[in-house]
């Protein structure tokens, strides 16, 4: 079973969000996919394999945190994507069955692969008592993501204020099923992105997400709304970083980066 880690929503190894993904003949128990996942010990796994042609989708795909499968992963779709493309086991646009929905991935002529997710409804909420010291600052606006991302959306003053975040992770679990979005608008344009956005997900095992493409279905219709833009280009402030070019299609959002393989091997046990 060869199993590859990969770099995603970076052009450079060691950057980005890494992910593990495994193409399989077919999915084995719920408890060996999750004892994978828990030995890559990334964000994210991806499990894919191959289905019967002629149906809605070319593969099943899930994928697994270290702790708990998850319903929509962007980073680890287009690190399957790159896996197909590189190898050969997939040629041109790839359709993803997954629990949310058939997901599709598109290679670009520039190298970069786009995604087309659902785009998250937003829904304005009062900031919950104690998030802003959970979180460290005091939040301008807070958003529910809807059950498929399953975070709260918080906008925070300044890019300053999101590069500086320090939360109290085990505090901010209650507030929401995944996590916290925190973003804040870019503090000069110039730099080739129009926001940031900094992702924490204690409750799924990950304190901090590196570059989270599923967030920016949600960051997306956010910050287009007040930019007046449908085409934007998101940075994840994480250590790692990474950037996402977005762009708003009304029910659906366009996710596009690129990917890089950095380990490849065999799982043994």
């Known amino acids: 079973m060869r199993i590859r880690i990969v770099d995603a ?9 890494p992910a593990g993904v495994l193409l399989l003949d077919a999915f084995p128990d719920d408890d060996r996919l999750q004892q994978v996942a828990l030995e890559v010990n990334h964000a994210e796994t991806a499990f894919a394999h191959r289905l019967p042609e002629g149906g809605e989708a070319d593969w099943a795909l899930r ?14 779709t287009l690190a399957t994507a790159h896996v197909l493309h590189t190898t050969g086991a997939h040629e041109g646009a790839v359709r993803f069955a997954t629990r949310s929905g058939v997901l599709v991935a598109t290679p670009d002529e520039d190298g970069s692969i ?18 802003a010291e959970a979180l460290g600052t005091e939040p301008l606006a807070v958003l529910d993501t809807g059950p498929d991302i399953g975070d709260l959306l ?26 916290i979005i925190a973003t804040a608008r870019a503090e000069d344009a110039a730099r080739g992105y129009d926001y940031v956005s ?17 967030a920016h279905t949600a960051l997306a219709p956010f910050w287009s709304e007040r930019l007046g833009r449908p085409g934007l280009t ?13 762009e708003l299609r009304g029910e659906r959002t366009l996710l596009s980066g690129r990917a890089v393989t950095v380990i490849e091997g065999e799982l043994l046990a």
């Not at 900094?198 to 599923?214: M, Y």
């Open 9 to 17: 929503f970076t052009d450079r190894p060691f950057a980005g969000n």
């Open 63 to 76: 994928w697994f945190t270290p702790a708990t499968e998850v319903a929509m992963c962007g980073h680890a």
């Open 114 to 131: 786009t995604l087309d997710f659902p785009t998250a409804p937003l829904t304005p909420v009062d900031a919950p008592e104690g998030v």
């Open 154 to 179: 918080v906008e925070v003053a300044d890019e300053k204020t999101v590069r500086g975040l320090t939360p109290d992770h085990k505090a901010l679990a209650a507030y929401s099923e995944r996590g």
């Open 198 to 214: 900094r992702c924490f997900f204690p409750n799924v095992g990950i304190d901090e997400d590196p570059v989270t493409g599923s």
């Open 234 to 246: 998101g940075m994840q402030a994480s250590p790692r970083s990474g950037r996402v070019r977005t």
